[in-house]
Nanobody, 124 residues
Framework: VQLVESGGGLVQAGGSLRLSCAGS????????MGWFRQGPGKEREFVAR????????YYADSVKGRFTIARDDAKNTVYLQMNNLKPEDTAVYYC??????????????????WGQGTQVTVSS
């Protein structure tokens, strides 16, 4: 199984980025997909999650209204559209796949597979 993130980079505050995560070696539609991030000196934290059907999304309060998660199962890809970026969004962003549901989707330990991460840096 491979999850490969792309789309990170350097952006000014207020700008936008779209992250992509392409999966292979798994039945993509059988997994809920999540995004997590780890900032400098911080623990990994939940960002967003989309259900297997795509009908339900969860967001961390810190990104609600600014970030949007979406999936395209025909392309085995999950996206994270990030708008109005802030310096505190600076982190390595990871996508992950999980068979869990319910409140467990917020916990990184409930994810089966992880990508290698992509760096997002937001300058002030």
């Amino acid at each position: 199984v491979q999850l490969v993130e792309s789309g990170g980079g350097l952006v000014q505050a207020g700008g936008s980025l779209r992250l992509s995560c392409a999966g292979s070696g798994l039945t993509f539609g059988g997994y809920g997909m999540g995004w997590f991030r780890q900032g400098p000196g911080k623990e990994r934290e939940f960002v967003a999650r989309i259900s297997r059907s795509g009908s339900t999304q969860y967001y961390a309060d810190s990104v609600k209204g600014r970030f949007t998660i979406a999936r395209d199962d025909a392309k085995n890809t999950v996206y994270l559209q990030m708008n109005n970026l802030k310096p505190e969004d600076t982190a390595v962003y990871y996508c992950a796949a999980s068979t869990s549901s319910g409140s467990g989707v917020l916990n990184s330990s409930n994810y089966n597979y992880w990508g290698q991460g992509t760096q997002v840096t937001v300058s002030s």
